[in-house]
């Protein structure tokens, strides 16, 4: 066999490596896993401040607490969700309202509720 033979078959070989599949369509599924987080921390956020106004300032902070680190989560996979174009969308609404959630919003108004209970 000579060289060209043989360059022959590995050249035959390297243009059916080559040849690429048609891309995957993306699923949106992480967008929407962003949206639907933000809505748990809107109920979370607000089973919170009805708790703190009935009195129950341990179960408000546990739930504020709560709130924080899913609405950190919820943020963070609508990072994801735009940057990795999975569900680009909805990652694009997820962000502004997961900071509209402002879990620190809530914490001033649990402490401006325990003030009103107080006095």
Do not use: E, H, K, Q
């Amino acid at each position: 066999m000579s060289t060209d033979d043989l360059s022959g078959i590995f050249a035959a070989r390297d243009d059916t490596l080559m040849t690429a599949l048609p891309p995957r369509p993306r699923r949106p599924w992480l967008g929407v896993c962003s949206i639907a987080l933000v809505v748990v921390v809107a109920v979370v956020d607000a089973i919170a401040i009805r708790t703190a106004y009935a009195n129950d300032y341990a179960t408000a902070i546990a739930l504020a607490v709560t709130a924080i680190g899913t609405a950190t989560i919820a943020f963070g996979l609508a990072l994801v969700a735009v940057i990795t174009r999975r569900g680009r969308w909805w990652g694009v609404a997820a962000l502004p309202l997961s900071v509209a959630v402002n879990p620190y919003l809530l914490a001033a108004i649990l402490g401006m509720a325990s003030g009103i209970a107080g006095t």
